[in-house]
């Protein structure tokens, strides 16, 4: 490959070098290429030499026509030349054995002669440091070490390095010497070819790469400027990287330094790229590479790879020595393209030994673009010569492979029935649809593809995969496809549609997605490498169906969704469970159906559902109740399509039980929701309550007798007052405060007013006040005021005391007035002395109840003396509701009162008519 070594080298004055061209044609690479991601880490071969002997400092492929070897530089080795100290070495590695064994160049010591008879060393191959450099072509193998020096008569030890360099040209079988020279920068050739190489850098690095064929030379760089101390050229190559017939440019800048934001020099190293647009006319790359790690020498080494990744371009390896973790090193893979190389790399390849006190220089050597294996892909060696190891990375075969998917049609029509499915006994209906993938390209592996439809499904929960495989009724399908290289396979299956009952999405797009990839259990390839998918290939594809909706050409529903909410009340009461129907008018005034319509109702936080409301004129929904955070909602279905024109009627029952004292009002939030692309959701409709305190408070009174008759049986006029029953008949009258309800009421008063006595006369004696309940009455009169004997009662009520007040000079009175009491036949308040009680009734719930009752007795004296006058004695009763323990206002005060006739006195029997009065269930009875 190539042309054949140039002739000898001469020297050329100063410090200039004339060498025969090793360089690498530009000419098209073989076979196919291959992609940068594609170099095997789990394959690579690992060569390793003598422990301190540098091994790897330099590598190289070295092919003749029968086999494939690896050459491994290790300048620091010792050899069996006798009297010589780790003069260096290269070694010669079989591809197919991993031993490698010395060459042969040199198998001599140090030369001496004599000199004015003294025997002189004039040779110092100790530390000579061969195999820095090797480079190979053909059969040729040249290696150079660059420390060797020849001593003259006044030279002293190295103050003269030459160097020297041996060469091969038939297969190993004969060495030549190759005079030495010295370090050059650009080397012309006798030909008029020129080869351009770094400061030193053949010594040191073996960079000989380009070759340039004829005219002027030209580089758009000035060599003089500051790029000298970024070691500019350390590295240089030239590969046609734009695909344009022209080698271009590549120089590595390994102490490129660039100011960092903090204002600090970074050294980072820098690649720099030229594109040759002309016969030697270069231009500087768009852009050029900046290594991203400080001190890791980015640029150090270079190696064209030639195209790794079959897109027309050639890749490039570049070495960052000091790179990575722990500064094992790197080796950057980037690839080329019409504007130079890609800002970032493909692949990278670390050294992965344990660390050790020494770098391993991982990538301080590369050399690529040959094929090792012969599997049609080139192949990579890195050294690592601070490991004393060389890495051999095979590329893998590339597949690029593309596939096509067809849905054929892509509406399912529920209607249109095409296909049918047997399930059991039953035959149904379904849609069909065929879909058919399609896949070629190079270097198939035998295996490709899975299917798998519904895709987007697939990742939703709860949903329910919509379309199924005809042959299996499953949602996906998973098929091994054999496929010869370049072949194209194609392959049909029937999918259907779901019975429409089984889902309820039939909005949303259907994605029928293909994945395909590798079959991961395929065996390597006879090379013991698996293919890899060229990492541009699409490996999914997606098509979408949808189900025809009945929206007219454009399949596109746009519905006008409104919502009325009509309630059978607009308070709720504190205390109350609050029962609440809500009815309301759903309509669809759009064009198109509303699919998967649905109400959606927020409960407020005091409510709680109770079900739907029935009734004949209403629809019965089917609604879920759902709570999620702190959100309680009510979901009720209003059709899938709730079709165009739908105006319906519904009705939903709650209770209101937990009404907070601080919250004014109770908000429901009703909407229909719809799954519509456009216009899916009604207004938000606020059906708002007030809630209000309210107690419904009920007085009731009774009389016991309701009719006292005179002359009293079994009553005898005493002398002395002794016992309360020597006054007269007992007469009790019994009072009740009942809270209805709903709301508590805290605070409230009752006031009892009966007559006492009328012009001097005595009409009644109260003797004492029970009371049951929460309750406490006071009075200015004295109860029992003649301190008579109390008859025993068997109640275990409260005794009132009230302050004594005296009543005794009522005898004497009684005989002035005696005329007008006869006149009198209503005895109230509003006509005769009454007493009073006052009474504070306490904390009443609902339900609750104060009882009071006073027991008096009628004055039998007063009325024996007017026998035959038919009197009726009135008591009124008042109350008034002070309080409610509420921070709303109640929105109402209950009060009221009530005149109970304590007693009809008669003296004979009489009929009587009750009337109820509205307010507060207030009722009394009123005698005729
Ligand atoms: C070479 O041999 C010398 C002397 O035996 C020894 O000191 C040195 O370590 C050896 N070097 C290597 C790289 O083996
Ligand atoms: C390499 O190893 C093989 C067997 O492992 C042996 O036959 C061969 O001679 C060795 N070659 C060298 C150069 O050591
Ligand atoms: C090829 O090189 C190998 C060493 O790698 C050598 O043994 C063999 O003789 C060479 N063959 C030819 C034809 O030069
Ligand atoms: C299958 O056939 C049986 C008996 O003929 C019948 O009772 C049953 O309903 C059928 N199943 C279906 C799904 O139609
Ligand atoms: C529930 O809470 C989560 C996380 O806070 C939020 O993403 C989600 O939207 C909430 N759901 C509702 C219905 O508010
Ligand atoms: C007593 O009151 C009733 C109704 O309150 C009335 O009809 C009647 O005339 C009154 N009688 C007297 C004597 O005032």
């Known amino acids: 490959m190539g042309t054949a070594p140039g002739p000898s080298p001469t020297r050329s004055g100063g410090k200039r070098c004339q060498w025969s061209v090793w360089a690498v044609p530009v000419v098209a690479l073989l076979l196919q290429l291959c992609a940068a991601f594609n170099l095997d880490t789990q394959e690579r071969v690992v060569f390793t030499g003598p422990r301190g002997s540098y091994f790897g400092y330099s590598v190289e492929f070295f092919t003749n026509s029968s086999s494939i070897s690896i050459l491994i530089g290790a300048p620091k080795a010792n050899t069996s030349q006798p009297d010589i100290t780790e003069g260096g070495a290269v070694y010669l590695c079989p591809w197919s054995q991993a031993n490698c064994s010395i060459i042969n160049f040199d198998k001599q010591g140090d030369r001496y002669f004599y000199i004015n008879d003294v025997n002189t060393q004039v040779e110092f191959k100790s530390h000579q440091w061969f195999g820095a450099t090797v480079r190979s072509h053909g059969n040729s193998i040249l290696a150079c070490a660059p420390r060797y020096y020849w001593r003259t008569e006044h030279d002293t030890p190295f103050s003269d390095v030459t160097g020297t360099c041996y060469l091969s040209v038939d297969s190993l079988k004969t060495f030549v010497e190759f005079a030495p020279c010295r370090t050059g920068e650009l080397t012309v050739m006798t030909d008029g070819k020129v080869v351009l190489g770094g400061p030193g850098s053949f010594y040191w690095q073996g960079e000989l790469t380009g070759m340039w064929n004829g005219g002027d030379f030209y580089l758009p760089i000035d060599f003089s400027f500051n790029r000298m101390g970024s070691y500019f050229g350390y590295a240089v190559a030239a590969t046609d990287i734009n695909n344009d017939g022209l080698d271009d440019l590549v120089v590595g800048a390994p102490m490129f330094m660039r100011r960092g934001s903090n204002g600090r020099l970074e050294e980072l190293g820098k690649v720099y790229v030229y594109l040759q647009r002309g016969p030697l006319l270069l231009e500087p790359s768009r852009s050029h590479l900046l290594g991203q790690q400080a001190f890791g020498r980015f640029g150090t080494s270079l190696a064209p790879l030639g195209d790794l990744n079959q897109d027309g371009f050639n890749d490039m390896a570049i070495g960052c020595p000091y790179g990575g973790d722990d500064q094992h090193g790197l080796v950057l893979i980037y690839n080329g393209h019409d504007g130079g190389l890609m800002d970032t790399p493909t692949q990278t390849l670390s050294g992965q030994w344990a660390s050790s006190s020494f770098p391993d220089s991982f990538g301080f050597a590369l050399r690529g673009n040959k094929d090792l294996d012969q599997n049609g892909y080139p192949d990579l060696i890195v050294g690592a010569f601070g490991a004393d190891k060389a890495v051999v990375y095979r590329a893998r075969p590339i597949v690029s492979a593309s596939a096509s998917l067809t849905v054929q049609p892509t509406m399912f029509n529920q209607e249109e029935k095409t296909c049918e499915l047997f399930t059991g006994n039953e035959t149904i209906a379904v849609s069909c649809i065929s879909f058919c993938l399609l896949a070629n390209g190079k270097h198939l592996p035998s295996h490709l593809g899975k299917v798998q439809l519904d895709s987007v499904k697939q990742n939703q929960k709860e949903s329910i995969r919509r379309t199924l495989f005809l042959d299996s009724q499953q949602p996906s399908l998973l098929k091994t496809l054999s496929l010869a290289n370049g072949q194209r396979s194609c392959h049909d299956a029937k999918i259907y549609l779901r019975a429409e009952e089984e889902f309820r999405d039939k909005l949303s797009p259907i994605y029928i997605s293909l994945n395909f990839s590798l079959d991961p259990h395929a065996s390597v390839d006879q090379h013991g490498l698996r293919p890899v998918l060229n990492y541009q290939t699409e490996q999914r594809i997606e098509q979408k169906a949808q189900i025809q909706l009945d929206c007219g050409e454009d399949n596109i529903c746009v519905p006008d969704l409104k919502l009325a909410v009509y309630g059978d009340r607009t308070e709720v009461y504190l205390g109350d469970e609050n029962s609440l129907s809500l ?143 020597d006054i007269g008949p007992e007469l ?125 007795r009628v004055w039998a004296e007063t009325f024996i003396e007017r026998a035959y006058k038919q009197y009726v004695m009135e008591c009124s009763v008042q109350y008034r509701v002070n309080r409610m323990p509420y921070s709303i206002p109640p929105k109402l005060k209950p009060s009221g009162s009530k005149k109970v006739p304590s007693s009809e006195i008669v003296f004979f029997l009489v009929s009587y008519k009750c009337n109820e009065l509205v307010n507060f269930s207030v009722f009394t009875c009123e005698c005729q």
């Not at 709903?742 to 109260?766: I, K």
């Not at 049951?772 to 025993?792: D, I, M, Y």
């Not at 005794?799 to 036949?825: N, P």
Request: aromatic share 8%.
């Open 583 to 725: 009815t309301f008018n759903a309509r669809n005034e759009g064009e198109g159906g509303a699919y998967e319509a649905e109400l959606y109702v927020v409960l407020p936080p005091e409510a709680d559902y109770s079900g739907i409301a029935r009734n004949v004129s209403l629809t019965q929904l089917t609604c879920s109740y759902e709570a999620e955070n702190q959100t309680r909602y009510l979901v009720c279905d209003l059709g899938n399509p709730m079709k165009s024109a739908t105006s319906l009627w519904a009705g939903l029952r709650f209770t209101v039980p937990r009404l907070k004292y601080t919250y004014k009002t109770v908000e429901f939030e009703l909407q229909i929701r719809s799954k519509n692309a456009n216009n899916s959701e009604s207004e938000v409709v606020l059906y708002e309550l007030q809630v209000a305190a309210m107690a419904d408070v009920i007085l009731q009174g009774v009389s016991l007798p309701d009719k006292v008759i005179f002359p009293p049986p079994n009553w005898s006029v005493s002398q002395s007052l002794r016992e309360e029953q």
């Open 732 to 856: 009790q009258q019994v009072y009740e405060l009942v809270n209805n309800g709903p709301s508590v009421v805290s605070q409230s008063t009752l006031e009892v007013r009966c007559p006492l006595r009328a012009y001097g006369h005595p009409l009644l004696y109260p003797v004492e006040v029970l009371t049951e309940g929460p309750l406490s009455c006071s009075s200015k009169h004295t109860f029992n005021a003649l301190k008579l004997k109390v008859r025993t009662h068997t109640h275990t009520h409260t005794h009132t005391h009230t302050h004594t007040h005296s009543l005794v000079h009522r005898i004497q009175r009684r005989e002035l007035y005696r005329d007008l009491l006869a006149d009198q036949g209503n005895l109230t308040c509003s006509a005769v002395e009454c007493w009073q009680l006052q009474c504070n009734v306490g904390l009443l719930e609902r339900g609750a109840s104060v009882i009071l009752s006073v027991r008096s």
